[in-house]
Structures are given as structure tokens and as C-alpha cells.
């Protein structure tokens, strides 16, 4: 029941995720580059420092975690963080060329099965001594394979989209519509995204042992991961305010408001994600395969959720029957995969 129970939570944070990118259509009369920063500080910074809080019992600081006892351990956090920033920022371009659905699902596959796979064999050449690489047994690989099928068969009926659709038809349902551009990028895009669960592994033990309980041991490691993609995001979109001249946006008081109520849902949003993802694994600690596996889960119904929406958002409109049956397929082996691992 607890599995059940766990699995529920992380499903629950991969929808709100999903859906975080509804409240940024309401920002008014801001740059992509003032309203990505200003959603950042609360996605990135102020909620992951809520959630940090928890683990700290009382009588402590989150000061004593991060101190030098651990300086190699956060640094490697921080800079898998930084290089995580990259991705997100290309995980903006890869929707804006595929759409939420094909974008979101080509990105997050990517990043599902590298970031499961680079945490344990980095930190086995790190700290051999460790035996991280132990935790990748045949459940794990072959959920992750079956995770990437998943994805695969989405991305066929991507194809198949592209190839069926005239250009008029693709530009309705995404503005920009790119299929070999936005491939391109979504596949940079999962890769440096898996940099994510690469630096919560280097962070898994700033906690405070025993003190702290199971679900919320992974916060402090998911601070410093999004501190570190804050610090690219903020070089990259303070430089697109010079280069574009839209530093007025911070001035325009008019808006701030309704700006900010909807950057801090979309914020808000996003980082349930990985809140729901410490939670639920808290509630999987019997079952180490779905432990090690609990972030390619996340990925992969974050790829389910992603495409019911493209599906509202009516960006499959105008395809075939046979085009929706093949995403239909991938979608129904994406959820298989997050079962798969404790019916081996």
C-alpha cells in the first residue's frame, strides 16, 4: 500500500508540473526572458528553501548542513544544478518547436533514462568505494528501457505528425512548429536536464540522518540543485534583458501583480514536482529498484501528463487515427514502465 501510496504522490507533483506552464500564458506585457527569471525565484529558490526547511529538525540550521564537512559533496550538487540550467533553457526552445506534447515528451524521455543512469556511474568514479553502480540492476535498466520504448513510439507519431500535416495545419497547432530543429534541441534538452538526478545523488546524504525523516531527506539536495540552474538562468536572461532592452519590464508596475500571482503558480507548479518526488520516495524506501527508478517515473508521467494536455491544447488536431493509436501506445508503455519494476 505504501508503494501504491508513493507512486500517487510522485503522479500528483508530475501533473502540476505539467500544467505549469497554463498560468504563464496570463503574464501581461512582459519579455519570455523578465517573466522565466522572475518565475525562477520562486520555482528555484524561495519554494525550495520552504521545503528545505523541512528537513531540519529542531534545534538545527540548515547552516550546519551546508558546511565544509560537506563542501564536495555541495559543490558537485550546485554545479550538476548549473549544467541542469541548460537544459531548462532549452527546454523552453524544444516546445516552442515541437509543442508541449512532443517537446515535453521527447525531453523529459531523454532526461528519464541519462539521469537515471549518469547518477550511479559518476558517483561510482567518484566514490568507487560506494558501489553505486550496484543499485542498476536488471529491474532498473529494464525500466528504463521501457521508459525510452515509451518514448520512442511517441516520437513516431511525432514523426508521423510532421509528415502528414501540411504547413499550414502544423503552424496552427504550434506557432513555430520545427520537427528536425526542435528534435535537435529536445534531445540537448534531456541531456543536460538528467544533470537534475545527477546532483541529487551527490546530495543524498545532506541531511540530517536519522532526524530527518524519509520524505523529506531529499529537499536540501533539490536547493542546491536549483540554485545552481537559477545562477544560469539568471546570466542567461539578465543578458537577454540587455541584448533586447527590456529592463523596463521590472518597472512596469502596472502589471507586477497579476505578473507575480502568476509567475509564483507557475513556479509553484513546477517545483511540486520534485517536492512530490521527496515525498513519494519517502513512501518507497522497501522497495530499492523503485527508489533508484523514482526519477525516470517522474519523467515519464510527466510525459504522460504533458500529452494530455497537448491533446487539450488541441496540438494533435488534424492528425490520423493512425497517428493518435501510435500515441496512445506510447503513452499506455510509459505507464506500463512505471509498474514494470516490481512485477520483475
Not at 513546477?270 to 513519494?280: A, R, T
Request: overall charge neutral; hydrophobic content about 50%.
Amino acid at each position: 500500500m505504501d508503494i501504491i501510496l508513493g507512486l500517487i504522490i510522485i503522479a500528483i507533483g508530475a501533473f502540476c508540473q505539467s500544467s505549469c506552464y497554463v498560468p504563464i500564458n496570463r503574464i501581461k506585457d512582459w519579455s519570455w526572458e523578465s517573466y522565466w527569471i522572475v518565475q525562477g525565484v520562486f520555482a528555484w529558490l524561495l519554494l525550495p528553501l520552504l521545503g528545505a526547511l523541512l528537513a531540519v529538525p529542531a534545534g538545527h540550521s540548515l547552516a550546519e548542513l551546508f558546511s565544509s564537512d560537506n563542501s564536495f559533496n555541495i559543490l558537485m550538487t550546485v554545479v550538476f544544478g548549473m549544467l541542469w540550467g541548460v537544459g531548462g533553457l532549452t527546454f523552453g526552445l524544444s516546445m516552442r518547436y515541437l509543442g508541449v506534447a512532443l517537446g515535453q515528451s521527447i525531453a523529459l524521455g531523454t532526461c528519464a533514462g541519462l539521469g537515471t543512469v549518469m547518477g550511479p556511474v559518476l558517483l561510482n568514479l567518484f566514490f568507487p568505494e560506494q558501489d553505486a553502480l550496484s543499485s542498476l540492476t536488471f529491474s532498473v535498466i529494464a525500466g528504463v528501457l521501457v521508459t525510452l520504448l515509451g518514448i520512442a513510439i511517441i516520437g513516431v507519431a511525432g514523426s508521423m505528425k510532421s509528415a502528414s500535416l501540411s504547413e499550414e495545419e502544423k503552424r496552427a497547432a504550434v506557432k513555430d512548429f520545427n520537427f528536425p530543429k526542435g528534435l535537435a534541441i529536445a534531445l540537448l534538452a534531456g541531456f543536460m536536464s538528467g544533470c537534475f538526478n545527477v546532483g541529487l545523488a551527490f546530495g543524498a546524504d545532506i541531511n540530517f540522518g536519522e532526524l530527518t525523516p524519509d520524505m523529506y531527506k531529499t529537499l536540501p539536495a533539490t536547493l542546491l540543485v536549483t540554485v545552481g540552474g537559477f545562477l544560469t538562468n539568471a546570466v542567461y536572461c539578465f543578458w537577454q534583458n540587455s541584448r533586447n532592452n527590456t529592463w523596463g519590464d521590472y518597472s512596469k508596475g502596472s502589471v507586477w501583480g497579476n505578473n507575480a500571482l502568476f509567475c509564483l503558480l507557475a513556479g509553484g507548479l513546477w517545483y511540486s514536482q520534485f517536492f512530490g518526488l521527496s515525498l513519494g520516495k519517502g513512501f518507497l524506501t522497501e522497495s530499492p529498484t523503485l527508489m533508484t527508478l523514482s526519477f525516470c517515473i517522474l519523467m515519464a508521467l510527466n510525459v504522460v501528463f504533458s500529452n494530455v494536455w497537448g491533446i487539450i491544447l488541441k496540438e494533435w488536431q488534424g492528425c490520423s487515427r493512425k497517428t493518435i493509436t501510435v500515441l496512445v501506445v506510447g503513452i499506455a508503455v510509459l505507464v506500463l514502465s512505471c509498474f514494470l519494476p516490481q512485477m520483475i
